[in-house]
Protein backbone atom coordinates (compact mmCIF):
# COMPACT_ATOMS: atom_id res chain seq x y z
CA UNK A 1 0.00 0.00 0.00
CA UNK A 2 1.51 3.29 -0.68
CA UNK A 3 1.44 5.52 2.07
CA UNK A 4 0.39 9.55 1.96
CA UNK A 5 3.97 11.55 2.66
CA UNK A 6 3.31 13.70 6.40
CA UNK A 7 5.29 16.55 5.50
CA UNK A 8 8.69 15.00 3.86
CA UNK A 9 9.18 13.30 7.11
CA UNK A 10 8.92 9.81 6.48
CA UNK A 11 10.87 7.86 3.42
CA UNK A 12 9.53 5.35 1.10
CA UNK A 13 11.03 2.28 0.64
CA UNK A 14 12.17 1.94 -2.89
CA UNK A 15 12.43 5.64 -3.69
CA UNK A 16 16.03 7.18 -5.20
CA UNK A 17 16.34 10.58 -4.26
CA UNK A 18 18.56 12.96 -6.51
CA UNK A 19 19.91 16.09 -5.48
CA UNK A 20 19.47 17.91 -8.86
CA UNK A 21 22.08 21.00 -8.12
CA UNK A 22 24.68 18.47 -7.18
CA UNK A 23 23.67 15.98 -10.24
CA UNK A 24 24.16 13.13 -7.42
CA UNK A 25 21.18 10.50 -7.41
CA UNK A 26 21.16 8.85 -3.65
CA UNK A 27 19.04 6.24 -2.43
CA UNK A 28 16.47 6.83 0.06
CA UNK A 29 15.57 3.76 2.59
CA UNK A 30 17.81 1.36 2.23
CA UNK A 31 20.60 -0.15 3.63
CA UNK A 32 23.24 0.06 1.33
CA UNK A 33 24.33 1.25 -1.56
CA UNK A 34 23.28 -1.16 -4.73
CA UNK A 35 26.02 -2.28 -7.37
CA UNK A 36 23.21 -2.86 -9.98
CA UNK A 37 19.57 -1.17 -11.00
CA UNK A 38 17.73 1.39 -13.12
CA UNK A 39 19.74 4.72 -12.26
CA UNK A 40 20.08 7.98 -14.26
CA UNK A 41 22.14 10.88 -13.87
CA UNK A 42 20.32 14.14 -13.22
CA UNK A 43 21.10 17.15 -15.48
CA UNK A 44 22.44 20.40 -13.31
CA UNK A 45 19.70 23.26 -13.41
CA UNK A 46 19.85 25.21 -10.29
CA UNK A 47 18.48 28.32 -11.93
CA UNK A 48 14.95 26.37 -12.43
CA UNK A 49 15.44 23.62 -9.08
CA UNK A 50 17.88 23.70 -6.61
CA UNK A 51 15.67 21.47 -4.31
CA UNK A 52 15.96 17.23 -3.84
CA UNK A 53 14.14 15.42 -6.92
CA UNK A 54 12.97 12.29 -6.23
CA UNK A 55 12.65 8.95 -8.40
CA UNK A 56 11.05 5.91 -7.95
CA UNK A 57 12.66 1.98 -8.37
CA UNK A 58 11.74 -0.38 -11.54
CA UNK A 59 9.84 -3.47 -10.06
CA UNK A 60 12.17 -5.95 -8.39
CA UNK A 61 12.69 -9.40 -10.02
CA UNK A 62 9.69 -12.03 -9.22
CA UNK A 63 7.93 -9.04 -6.57
CA UNK A 64 4.07 -10.34 -6.02
CA UNK A 65 0.79 -8.34 -7.14
CA UNK A 66 1.26 -6.48 -3.98
CA UNK A 67 4.33 -5.11 -4.28
CA UNK A 68 4.04 -4.11 -8.30
CA UNK A 69 1.02 -2.23 -6.87
CA UNK A 70 3.03 -0.48 -4.38
CA UNK A 71 5.39 0.65 -6.70
CA UNK A 72 3.78 1.53 -9.21
CA UNK A 73 1.97 3.89 -6.79
CA UNK A 74 5.17 4.94 -5.73
CA UNK A 75 6.38 5.77 -9.03
CA UNK A 76 3.33 8.39 -9.81
CA UNK A 77 4.37 10.19 -7.47
CA UNK A 78 8.22 10.84 -8.44
CA UNK A 79 9.69 13.11 -10.52
CA UNK A 80 9.96 11.53 -13.82
CA UNK A 81 9.26 13.68 -15.99
CA UNK A 82 7.27 10.81 -18.71
CA UNK A 83 6.55 8.45 -15.89
CA UNK A 84 9.04 6.10 -17.77
CA UNK A 85 9.69 4.12 -14.53
CA UNK A 86 5.95 3.55 -13.75
CA UNK A 87 5.15 2.18 -17.23
CA UNK A 88 7.77 -0.60 -16.30
CA UNK A 89 5.21 -1.70 -13.84
CA UNK A 90 2.85 -2.34 -16.91
CA UNK A 91 2.05 -4.72 -19.39
CA UNK A 92 3.57 -3.92 -23.14
CA UNK A 93 0.05 -3.06 -24.41
CA UNK A 94 -1.02 -1.80 -20.88
CA UNK A 95 2.00 1.06 -21.56
CA UNK A 96 1.04 2.41 -24.57
CA UNK A 97 -2.26 2.35 -23.81
CA UNK A 98 -1.89 4.52 -20.64
CA UNK A 99 -2.57 8.24 -20.36
CA UNK A 100 -1.15 9.51 -17.25
CA UNK A 101 -1.99 13.65 -18.67
CA UNK A 102 -5.41 12.62 -18.63
CA UNK A 103 -5.79 13.92 -14.79
CA UNK A 104 -4.87 13.55 -11.67
CA UNK A 105 -6.80 12.62 -8.81
CA UNK A 106 -6.10 14.26 -5.09
CA UNK A 107 -7.17 12.04 -2.26
CA UNK A 108 -7.25 13.03 1.43
CA UNK A 109 -4.52 10.07 2.50
CA UNK A 110 -3.37 8.78 -0.23
CA UNK A 111 -4.68 5.90 -2.31
CA UNK A 112 -5.41 2.17 -0.15
CA UNK A 113 -4.89 -1.05 -1.82
CA UNK A 114 -8.54 -1.89 -0.47
CA UNK A 115 -8.20 -5.76 -1.76
CA UNK A 116 -5.96 -8.17 -1.08
CA UNK A 117 -3.64 -8.45 -4.16
CA UNK A 118 -1.41 -11.53 -2.75
CA UNK A 119 -1.63 -14.18 -5.96
CA UNK A 120 -3.82 -16.62 -4.70
CA UNK A 121 -5.03 -15.06 -1.44
CA UNK A 122 -7.47 -17.82 -0.42
CA UNK A 123 -7.53 -19.77 -3.35
CA UNK A 124 -5.97 -21.62 -5.27
CA UNK A 125 -2.42 -19.85 -7.47
CA UNK A 126 -3.84 -17.80 -10.33
CA UNK A 127 -2.02 -15.74 -13.18
CA UNK A 128 -4.24 -12.86 -12.66
CA UNK A 129 -5.68 -10.73 -10.06
CA UNK A 130 -7.92 -7.81 -10.02
CA UNK A 131 -6.91 -5.19 -6.78
CA UNK A 132 -9.05 -2.44 -5.69
CA UNK A 133 -7.99 1.46 -5.33
CA UNK A 134 -9.85 3.43 -2.61
CA UNK A 135 -9.71 6.84 -0.59
CA UNK A 136 -11.69 9.89 0.29
CA UNK A 137 -11.77 12.34 -2.97
CA UNK A 138 -10.35 16.09 -2.12
CA UNK A 139 -9.58 17.31 -6.13
CA UNK A 140 -9.03 16.47 -9.41
CA UNK A 141 -6.68 18.31 -11.77
CA UNK A 142 -7.76 18.10 -15.37
CA UNK A 143 -5.80 17.54 -19.07
CA UNK A 144 -6.24 21.36 -19.14
CA UNK A 145 -3.98 21.36 -16.07
CA UNK A 146 -7.43 23.17 -14.20
CA UNK A 147 -7.93 22.14 -10.00
CA UNK A 148 -11.82 21.76 -9.07
CA UNK A 149 -12.12 20.58 -5.63
CA UNK A 150 -14.34 16.86 -5.26
CA UNK A 151 -15.68 14.81 -2.34
CA UNK A 152 -16.81 11.15 -2.32
CA UNK A 153 -15.32 8.13 -2.19
CA UNK A 154 -13.19 7.10 -4.68
CA UNK A 155 -12.73 3.77 -5.86
CA UNK A 156 -10.79 2.08 -9.26
CA UNK A 157 -10.16 -1.14 -10.29
CA UNK A 158 -6.77 -2.04 -11.48
CA UNK A 159 -5.98 -5.89 -12.68
CA UNK A 160 -2.55 -7.37 -12.84
CA UNK A 161 -1.27 -10.93 -15.01
CA UNK A 162 1.78 -12.84 -14.58
CA UNK A 163 3.64 -12.84 -17.91
CA UNK A 164 3.79 -16.61 -19.23
CA UNK A 165 6.74 -15.67 -21.33
CA UNK A 166 8.51 -14.23 -18.28
CA UNK A 167 6.76 -15.00 -15.25
CA UNK A 168 6.73 -11.51 -14.17
CA UNK A 169 3.57 -9.44 -12.75
CA UNK A 170 2.39 -6.60 -14.67
CA UNK A 171 -0.65 -4.52 -14.58
CA UNK A 172 -2.17 -4.79 -17.81
CA UNK A 173 -5.39 -2.89 -16.95
CA UNK A 174 -5.58 0.56 -15.25
CA UNK A 175 -7.70 3.73 -15.57
CA UNK A 176 -5.93 6.87 -17.43
CA UNK A 177 -4.43 9.35 -14.76
CA UNK A 178 -2.41 9.11 -11.89
CA UNK A 179 -3.84 9.13 -8.03
CA UNK A 180 -1.70 10.47 -5.49
CA UNK A 181 -2.27 11.77 -1.57
CA UNK A 182 -2.68 15.34 -0.74
CA UNK A 183 0.31 15.73 0.71
CA UNK A 184 2.30 14.48 -1.71
CA UNK A 185 0.61 16.30 -4.40
CA UNK A 186 1.69 19.32 -2.57
CA UNK A 187 5.16 18.08 -3.27
CA UNK A 188 4.58 17.14 -6.65
CA UNK A 189 2.61 20.34 -8.12
CA UNK A 190 2.76 23.91 -7.82
CA UNK A 191 0.00 26.76 -8.92
CA UNK A 192 0.91 29.07 -11.64
CA UNK A 193 -0.87 31.93 -13.08
CA UNK A 194 -0.98 31.78 -16.94
CA UNK A 195 -2.26 34.90 -19.16
CA UNK A 196 -4.56 36.18 -21.61
CA UNK A 197 -6.39 39.14 -22.13
CA UNK A 198 -9.99 39.64 -21.61
CA UNK A 199 -11.82 39.31 -24.64
CA UNK A 200 -14.26 42.75 -24.61
CA UNK A 201 -12.50 45.68 -26.06
CA UNK A 202 -12.99 48.01 -23.77
CA UNK A 203 -9.47 48.71 -21.94
CA UNK A 204 -7.91 49.82 -18.30
CA UNK A 205 -7.63 52.94 -16.88
CA UNK A 206 -4.86 53.53 -19.34
CA UNK A 207 -6.07 51.79 -22.20
CA UNK A 208 -4.41 48.69 -23.05
CA UNK A 209 -5.66 45.22 -22.74
CA UNK A 210 -6.74 43.83 -19.55
CA UNK A 211 -4.33 40.71 -18.13
CA UNK A 212 -6.23 37.83 -16.62
CA UNK A 213 -4.61 34.92 -14.39
CA UNK A 214 -5.58 31.62 -15.64
CA UNK A 215 -4.26 28.99 -12.85
CA UNK A 216 -3.06 25.87 -13.20
CA UNK A 217 -1.04 23.36 -11.44
CA UNK A 218 2.06 21.52 -13.23
CA UNK A 219 4.29 19.41 -11.89
CA UNK A 220 6.92 21.99 -10.18
CA UNK A 221 10.43 19.95 -10.30
CA UNK A 222 9.69 18.91 -13.82
CA UNK A 223 10.65 21.01 -16.27
CA UNK A 224 7.98 23.79 -14.76
CA UNK A 225 8.73 26.44 -17.36
CA UNK A 226 8.32 24.19 -20.60
CA UNK A 227 5.36 22.98 -19.43
CA UNK A 228 3.89 25.92 -18.61
CA UNK A 229 4.75 27.98 -21.85
CA UNK A 230 3.07 24.78 -23.77
CA UNK A 231 -0.03 25.25 -21.69
CA UNK A 232 0.39 28.56 -22.02
CA UNK A 233 0.28 28.19 -25.96
CA UNK A 234 -2.37 25.44 -25.70
CA UNK A 235 -5.15 28.03 -24.67
CA UNK A 236 -7.37 29.37 -21.64
CA UNK A 237 -8.94 26.56 -19.28
CA UNK A 238 -11.98 25.93 -20.21
CA UNK A 239 -13.90 27.83 -17.22
CA UNK A 240 -11.66 31.32 -18.23
CA UNK A 241 -12.19 30.82 -22.30
CA UNK A 242 -15.37 32.07 -22.95
CA UNK A 243 -14.44 35.45 -22.05
CA UNK A 244 -10.46 36.04 -22.17
CA UNK A 245 -8.27 35.50 -25.81
CA UNK A 246 -5.10 34.69 -26.81
CA UNK A 247 -2.39 36.71 -28.97
CA UNK A 248 -1.02 33.42 -30.03
CA UNK A 249 -1.94 32.14 -33.78
CA UNK A 250 -4.50 28.89 -33.49
CA UNK A 251 -1.53 26.50 -33.81
CA UNK A 252 1.26 27.95 -32.28
CA UNK A 253 3.42 25.61 -30.39
CA UNK A 254 7.29 25.60 -29.41
CA UNK A 255 9.69 24.00 -32.09
CA UNK A 256 10.04 20.05 -32.14
CA UNK A 257 11.85 18.58 -29.14
CA UNK A 258 12.61 21.79 -27.27
CA UNK A 259 12.60 21.68 -23.31
CA UNK A 260 14.50 22.90 -20.51
CA UNK A 261 13.54 26.48 -21.25
CA UNK A 262 14.87 28.52 -18.56
CA UNK A 263 16.67 32.89 -18.78
CA UNK A 264 19.63 33.40 -19.29
CA UNK A 265 23.01 34.99 -16.99
CA UNK A 266 21.08 38.30 -18.38
CA UNK A 267 17.73 37.10 -17.13
CA UNK A 268 16.38 37.01 -20.78
CA UNK A 269 14.35 33.98 -21.85
CA UNK A 270 14.57 32.68 -25.32
CA UNK A 271 11.25 31.11 -26.84
CA UNK A 272 11.35 29.04 -30.17
CA UNK A 273 8.05 28.61 -31.94
CA UNK A 274 6.94 27.07 -34.84
CA UNK A 275 5.86 30.48 -36.37
CA UNK A 276 6.63 32.58 -39.43
CA UNK A 277 7.85 35.85 -39.50
CA UNK A 278 5.06 36.61 -41.92
CA UNK A 279 2.21 35.46 -39.81
CA UNK A 280 3.25 37.77 -36.74
CA UNK A 281 2.17 41.92 -36.57
CA UNK A 282 4.56 43.76 -34.57
CA UNK A 283 1.53 44.21 -32.04
CA UNK A 284 0.53 40.61 -31.56
CA UNK A 285 4.28 39.98 -31.08
CA UNK A 286 3.82 42.06 -28.11
CA UNK A 287 0.75 40.49 -26.88
CA UNK A 288 2.65 37.18 -27.36
CA UNK A 289 5.49 38.11 -24.96
CA UNK A 290 3.78 40.00 -22.92
CA UNK A 291 1.56 36.31 -21.72
CA UNK A 292 4.97 35.03 -22.06
CA UNK A 293 6.26 37.32 -19.52
CA UNK A 294 3.81 37.63 -17.12
CA UNK A 295 3.30 33.67 -16.71
CA UNK A 296 7.01 32.79 -16.40
CA UNK A 297 7.64 35.40 -13.61
CA UNK A 298 5.57 33.30 -11.26
CA UNK A 299 8.55 30.77 -11.61
CA UNK A 300 11.28 33.06 -12.28
CA UNK A 301 10.84 36.18 -10.07
CA UNK A 302 13.83 37.96 -12.16
CA UNK A 303 13.12 37.39 -15.31
CA UNK A 304 13.67 40.59 -17.45
CA UNK A 305 13.11 40.00 -20.51
CA UNK A 306 11.57 37.42 -23.52
CA UNK A 307 12.43 36.79 -26.86
CA UNK A 308 10.34 34.95 -29.30
CA UNK A 309 12.22 33.52 -31.94
CA UNK A 310 10.04 31.73 -35.69
CA UNK A 311 10.71 28.97 -37.47
CA UNK A 312 14.13 30.12 -38.85
CA UNK A 313 15.27 30.62 -35.61
CA UNK A 314 15.02 34.89 -36.50
CA UNK A 315 14.15 36.69 -33.70
CA UNK A 316 10.32 37.89 -34.33
CA UNK A 317 10.37 40.23 -31.47
CA UNK A 318 11.68 41.03 -27.24
CA UNK A 319 10.08 42.83 -24.39
CA UNK A 320 11.39 44.11 -21.74
CA UNK A 321 9.34 43.96 -18.20
CA UNK A 322 9.25 47.42 -18.49
CA UNK A 323 7.46 47.55 -21.80
CA UNK A 324 5.19 44.25 -20.75
CA UNK A 325 4.00 46.72 -17.87
CA UNK A 326 2.95 49.41 -20.31
CA UNK A 327 1.46 47.20 -23.15
CA UNK A 328 -1.23 45.09 -20.93
CA UNK A 329 -2.72 46.29 -17.37
CA UNK A 330 -3.22 43.54 -14.57
CA UNK A 331 -3.80 44.31 -10.85
CA UNK A 332 -1.00 42.90 -9.40
CA UNK A 333 1.38 45.31 -10.93
CA UNK A 334 -0.04 48.62 -10.21
CA UNK A 335 0.24 49.87 -6.38
CA UNK A 336 -2.11 51.71 -4.85
CA UNK A 337 -1.40 55.25 -3.93
CA UNK A 338 -3.46 55.66 -0.88
CA UNK A 339 -5.21 53.45 1.55
CA UNK A 340 -8.54 54.60 2.47
CA UNK A 341 -11.63 54.36 4.87
CA UNK A 342 -13.67 55.72 7.20
CA UNK A 343 -13.20 57.70 10.16
CA UNK A 344 -15.10 58.45 13.45
CA UNK A 345 -17.34 61.26 11.13
CA UNK A 346 -17.61 59.05 8.69
CA UNK A 347 -15.58 60.69 6.75
CA UNK A 348 -13.43 58.90 3.88
CA UNK A 349 -9.89 59.67 4.30
CA UNK A 350 -6.75 58.48 3.23
CA UNK A 351 -3.22 57.87 3.79
CA UNK A 352 -0.24 57.06 1.61
CA UNK A 353 0.14 53.16 1.60
CA UNK A 354 4.16 53.31 2.29
CA UNK A 355 3.27 55.59 5.19
CA UNK A 356 4.91 54.08 8.45
CA UNK A 357 2.38 57.70 10.30
CA UNK A 358 -0.80 56.30 11.67
CA UNK A 359 -2.40 59.45 10.33
CA UNK A 360 -5.06 60.10 8.13
CA UNK A 361 -6.46 63.49 5.93
CA UNK A 362 -9.99 63.63 4.59
CA UNK A 363 -10.22 62.85 0.95
CA UNK A 364 -10.65 66.47 -0.95
CA UNK A 365 -14.52 66.37 -2.65
CA UNK A 366 -17.56 65.64 -0.53
CA UNK A 367 -17.15 62.96 0.84
CA UNK A 368 -14.47 64.45 2.89
CA UNK A 369 -16.99 65.96 4.98
CA UNK A 370 -18.67 65.04 7.72
CA UNK A 371 -22.43 65.23 7.15
CA UNK A 372 -22.96 62.16 4.37
CA UNK A 373 -23.32 59.50 6.86
CA UNK A 374 -21.53 56.56 5.00
CA UNK A 375 -21.37 53.21 6.01
CA UNK A 376 -18.81 51.62 3.70
CA UNK A 377 -16.80 53.00 -0.03
CA UNK A 378 -14.85 52.08 -3.05
CA UNK A 379 -12.17 54.00 -4.64
CA UNK A 380 -11.81 53.69 -8.56
CA UNK A 381 -8.78 52.04 -9.97
CA UNK A 382 -7.44 55.12 -10.78
CA UNK A 383 -8.28 57.17 -7.66
CA UNK A 384 -10.18 59.40 -9.48
CA UNK A 385 -13.43 58.29 -8.08
CA UNK A 386 -15.42 57.37 -5.02
CA UNK A 387 -18.37 55.09 -4.47
CA UNK A 388 -20.13 55.08 -1.38
CA UNK A 389 -23.28 53.52 0.54
CA UNK A 390 -25.02 56.38 2.92
CA UNK A 391 -28.52 56.14 4.31
CA UNK A 392 -28.24 53.53 6.86
CA UNK A 393 -27.23 51.32 3.51
CA UNK A 394 -30.16 52.49 1.73
CA UNK A 395 -28.26 54.53 -0.81
CA UNK A 396 -25.44 54.41 -3.59
CA UNK A 397 -23.59 57.52 -4.51
CA UNK A 398 -20.53 58.08 -6.99
CA UNK A 399 -18.83 61.24 -6.84
CA UNK A 400 -15.25 62.73 -7.88
CA UNK A 401 -12.55 63.00 -5.39
CA UNK A 402 -11.66 66.02 -6.47
CA UNK A 403 -12.21 69.82 -4.59
CA UNK A 404 -15.74 71.10 -5.59
CA UNK A 405 -17.36 68.14 -6.84
CA UNK A 406 -21.01 67.41 -6.35
CA UNK A 407 -22.83 64.24 -5.04
CA UNK A 408 -26.07 64.11 -7.10
CA UNK A 409 -28.83 61.64 -6.79
CA UNK A 410 -28.55 58.40 -5.47
CA UNK A 411 -27.88 55.71 -8.10
CA UNK A 412 -28.91 52.59 -6.19
CA UNK A 413 -31.26 52.46 -3.97
CA UNK A 414 -32.58 49.90 -1.23
CA UNK A 415 -35.77 49.11 0.47
CA UNK A 416 -34.05 46.28 2.97
CA UNK A 417 -35.70 46.06 6.29
CA UNK A 418 -32.91 46.28 8.14
CA UNK A 419 -29.09 48.14 7.47
CA UNK A 420 -27.94 44.50 7.35
CA UNK A 421 -30.16 43.65 4.25
CA UNK A 422 -29.30 46.33 2.23
CA UNK A 423 -26.84 47.50 0.14
CA UNK A 424 -23.12 46.06 0.20
CA UNK A 425 -19.98 47.61 0.06
CA UNK A 426 -19.39 48.21 -3.73
CA UNK A 427 -16.80 47.25 -6.23
CA UNK A 428 -15.01 48.63 -8.83
CA UNK A 429 -13.24 46.26 -11.68
CA UNK A 430 -10.58 47.96 -14.19
CA UNK A 431 -12.79 49.20 -17.12
CA UNK A 432 -14.54 51.85 -14.34
CA UNK A 433 -17.88 49.72 -13.75
CA UNK A 434 -19.13 49.59 -10.44
CA UNK A 435 -20.55 46.69 -8.69
CA UNK A 436 -22.70 46.26 -5.83
CA UNK A 437 -25.04 43.82 -4.74
CA UNK A 438 -28.42 45.02 -2.95
CA UNK A 439 -29.20 41.66 0.12
CA UNK A 440 -33.08 42.88 0.42
CA UNK A 441 -34.59 39.49 1.23
CA UNK A 442 -37.74 40.00 -0.64
CA UNK A 443 -35.62 41.47 -3.75
CA UNK A 444 -31.96 40.22 -3.54
CA UNK A 445 -29.84 41.05 -6.67
CA UNK A 446 -27.08 42.34 -8.26
CA UNK A 447 -25.85 45.85 -10.05
CA UNK A 448 -23.38 46.68 -12.40
CA UNK A 449 -23.20 50.40 -13.23
CA UNK A 450 -20.92 51.46 -15.91
CA UNK A 451 -18.48 53.45 -15.67
CA UNK A 452 -20.30 54.46 -12.21
CA UNK A 453 -22.62 56.89 -13.86
CA UNK A 454 -24.51 54.35 -16.37
CA UNK A 455 -27.99 53.55 -15.49
CA UNK A 456 -28.05 50.15 -13.03
CA UNK A 457 -28.30 47.02 -15.05
CA UNK A 458 -29.57 44.38 -13.26
CA UNK A 459 -26.93 41.44 -13.36
CA UNK A 460 -28.23 37.42 -13.63
CA UNK A 461 -26.71 34.91 -11.62
CA UNK A 462 -28.65 32.01 -12.77
CA UNK A 463 -26.79 29.46 -10.41
CA UNK A 464 -27.51 31.54 -7.56
CA UNK A 465 -29.25 29.17 -4.66
CA UNK A 466 -28.95 31.87 -2.12
CA UNK A 467 -28.35 35.30 -0.95
CA UNK A 468 -25.41 37.47 -2.17
CA UNK A 469 -24.21 39.01 0.88
CA UNK A 470 -20.95 40.52 -0.07
CA UNK A 471 -19.46 41.10 -3.84
CA UNK A 472 -16.03 41.60 -5.39
CA UNK A 473 -15.35 42.33 -8.41
CA UNK A 474 -11.81 40.91 -9.74
CA UNK A 475 -9.46 44.04 -10.99
CA UNK A 476 -9.77 42.50 -14.41
CA UNK A 477 -13.66 42.91 -15.24
CA UNK A 478 -14.69 38.98 -15.99
CA UNK A 479 -14.39 36.89 -12.20
CA UNK A 480 -16.66 38.27 -9.44
CA UNK A 481 -16.62 36.70 -6.06
CA UNK A 482 -19.19 36.55 -3.72
CA UNK A 483 -20.00 35.63 -0.33
CA UNK A 484 -23.82 33.91 -0.71
CA UNK A 485 -25.55 32.88 2.32
CA UNK A 486 -28.31 30.00 1.85
CA UNK A 487 -31.41 29.59 3.79
CA UNK A 488 -30.03 27.49 6.72
CA UNK A 489 -27.26 30.73 7.42
CA UNK A 490 -24.42 29.06 5.94
CA UNK A 491 -22.40 31.69 4.04
CA UNK A 492 -20.15 30.12 1.12
CA UNK A 493 -17.37 31.46 -0.55
CA UNK A 494 -17.77 31.38 -4.31
CA UNK A 495 -16.67 32.64 -7.80
CA UNK A 496 -18.60 33.32 -10.90
CA UNK A 497 -17.60 34.19 -14.38
CA UNK A 498 -18.76 37.45 -16.11
CA UNK A 499 -20.41 37.00 -19.44
CA UNK A 500 -20.94 40.41 -20.90
CA UNK A 501 -23.77 41.42 -23.28
CA UNK A 502 -22.65 41.03 -26.28
CA UNK A 503 -25.08 42.50 -28.62
CA UNK A 504 -27.57 39.85 -28.04
CA UNK A 505 -29.34 42.34 -25.77
CA UNK A 506 -29.05 39.09 -23.17
CA UNK A 507 -27.48 41.70 -20.81
CA UNK A 508 -24.88 40.93 -18.28
CA UNK A 509 -24.60 37.64 -16.16
CA UNK A 510 -22.50 35.46 -13.36
CA UNK A 511 -22.24 31.88 -14.54
CA UNK A 512 -20.69 28.80 -14.27
CA UNK A 513 -19.97 29.81 -9.88
CA UNK A 514 -17.32 27.66 -7.76
CA UNK A 515 -16.29 27.12 -4.34
CA UNK A 516 -13.12 29.26 -3.87
CA UNK A 517 -13.12 27.93 -0.02
CA UNK A 518 -14.83 24.46 -0.04
CA UNK A 519 -14.26 24.15 3.66
CA UNK A 520 -15.52 27.29 5.31
CA UNK A 521 -18.73 27.06 5.61
CA UNK A 522 -19.10 31.08 7.45
CA UNK A 523 -16.96 33.36 5.53
CA UNK A 524 -17.29 36.94 7.36
CA UNK A 525 -15.18 39.24 5.04
CA UNK A 526 -13.26 38.69 1.64
CA UNK A 527 -10.89 40.79 -0.55
CA UNK A 528 -9.01 40.27 -3.68
CA UNK A 529 -5.67 39.30 -2.91
CA UNK A 530 -3.45 39.09 -5.97
CA UNK A 531 -4.39 37.96 -9.54
CA UNK A 532 -6.18 34.50 -8.54
CA UNK A 533 -6.02 34.98 -5.17
CA UNK A 534 -8.45 35.96 -2.05
CA UNK A 535 -7.99 37.16 1.14
CA UNK A 536 -10.97 35.55 3.28
CA UNK A 537 -12.16 35.54 6.94
CA UNK A 538 -14.07 32.61 7.81
CA UNK A 539 -14.54 29.02 9.72
CA UNK A 540 -14.50 25.60 9.22
CA UNK A 541 -17.28 23.11 10.60
CA UNK A 542 -16.87 23.32 14.50
CA UNK A 543 -14.08 25.37 13.95
CA UNK A 544 -13.01 29.40 15.14
CA UNK A 545 -12.68 32.03 13.18
CA UNK A 546 -9.91 32.41 11.02
CA UNK A 547 -8.16 34.74 8.14
CA UNK A 548 -6.66 32.68 5.61
CA UNK A 549 -5.22 32.92 1.26
CA UNK A 550 -7.82 30.88 -0.70
CA UNK A 551 -7.02 30.60 -4.56
CA UNK A 552 -9.90 30.97 -6.88
CA UNK A 553 -10.11 27.65 -8.55
CA UNK A 554 -10.88 26.39 -4.46
CA UNK A 555 -7.13 25.07 -3.84
CA UNK A 556 -5.26 25.05 -0.78
CA UNK A 557 -2.26 28.10 -0.36
CA UNK A 558 1.02 26.67 0.86
CA UNK A 559 2.73 29.52 3.10
CA UNK A 560 2.12 31.49 6.01
CA UNK A 561 -1.25 32.90 6.62
CA UNK A 562 -2.02 36.09 8.24
CA UNK A 563 -1.48 36.60 12.24
CA UNK A 564 -4.78 36.25 14.24
CA UNK A 565 -7.12 39.06 14.93
CA UNK A 566 -10.03 39.07 16.87
CA UNK A 567 -13.60 40.76 16.32
CA UNK A 568 -12.42 41.44 12.22
CA UNK A 569 -15.61 42.50 10.27
CA UNK A 570 -13.86 43.98 6.92
CA UNK A 571 -10.71 42.94 5.52
CA UNK A 572 -9.04 45.15 2.79
CA UNK A 573 -6.33 43.40 0.70
CA UNK A 574 -4.40 44.88 -2.55
CA UNK A 575 -3.96 43.49 -5.91
CA UNK A 576 0.00 44.09 -5.06
CA UNK A 577 0.67 41.63 -2.45
CA UNK A 578 3.44 44.34 -1.47
CA UNK A 579 0.83 46.69 0.19
CA UNK A 580 -0.02 45.71 3.93
CA UNK A 581 -3.15 44.28 4.72
CA UNK A 582 -6.02 46.11 6.99
CA UNK A 583 -8.35 45.41 8.51
CA UNK A 584 -11.28 46.85 10.44
CA UNK A 585 -11.13 44.98 14.27
CA UNK A 586 -14.20 46.01 16.41
CA UNK A 587 -11.75 45.78 19.47
CA UNK A 588 -9.13 47.99 17.67
CA UNK A 589 -10.65 49.80 14.68
CA UNK A 590 -8.75 50.15 11.60
CA UNK A 591 -5.22 47.94 11.99
CA UNK A 592 -3.08 46.75 9.26
CA UNK A 593 -0.19 44.54 9.13
CA UNK A 594 3.21 45.25 6.95
CA UNK A 595 4.96 41.88 5.95
CA UNK A 596 7.00 40.87 8.53
CA UNK A 597 5.53 42.57 11.06
CA UNK A 598 2.63 42.02 13.75
CA UNK A 599 -0.89 43.80 13.25
CA UNK A 600 -0.68 47.77 14.01
CA UNK A 601 -3.02 50.14 15.23
CA UNK A 602 -4.38 52.85 12.81
CA UNK A 603 -6.86 54.21 13.86
CA UNK A 604 -9.56 53.38 16.93
CA UNK A 605 -12.48 55.06 15.59
CA UNK A 606 -12.29 54.20 11.63
CA UNK A 607 -13.97 51.16 9.74
CA UNK A 608 -14.76 49.83 6.24
CA UNK A 609 -11.18 49.69 4.92
CA UNK A 610 -10.52 49.93 1.30
CA UNK A 611 -7.74 49.60 -1.64
CA UNK A 612 -8.52 51.06 -4.80
CA UNK A 613 -11.04 48.31 -6.79
Excluded at 198 to 224: C, E, H, I, L, Y
Excluded at 279 to 289: I, N, R
Excluded at 510 to 521: N, Q
Excluded at 582 to 604: C, M
Aim: aromatic share 6%.
Amino acid sequence: MAADRKGGARQRPGRAVAYAALGVVLLAGCASMPDSGDLRNVESTPRQDTGVRVFAMPPAEGAGPAEIMQGFLEALTSDDPSYDTARKYLSDDAARRWRPERSTTVLANGPSIETDCRAGAGQEPTDSVTCVLAGTQVATVDAQQAYEPTDGSYRKKVHLTRSTKTGQWRIDGLPDGVVMGKSDFQRNYTSVDKYYFASDTTGGPSGQPVAVADPVFVRSKVDAMTQMVRSLLNGPTSWLGPVVRSGFPTGTALQKDVSGLAPDDQNKLTVPLNLKASQVTPGKCTEMATQVLFTLRNLAPTLESVELQGADDRRLCDLSEERAESAAWHGSAKSPEYLYFLDGKHRLVRMPTGSTATGALPVPGVFGESDKGLESVAVSRDEHSAAGVGDAGKSLYVTSLASGGSLGNALVTSAGPTEGDRLTAPSWDARGDLWVADRDPHHARLYVVEQGAAKPQEVAVPELSGRIKDARVAADGVRIALVVEKKDGEQSLLIGRIQRDDGTGQGTSVVELRSAAPDLEQVSAMSWAGDSRLLAVGREQGGVLQMRYVQVDGSTLDGPTPGALTGVKAIAASEDERVPLVAYSEDDGIVRLPSGAQWQKVDKDGTAPAYPG
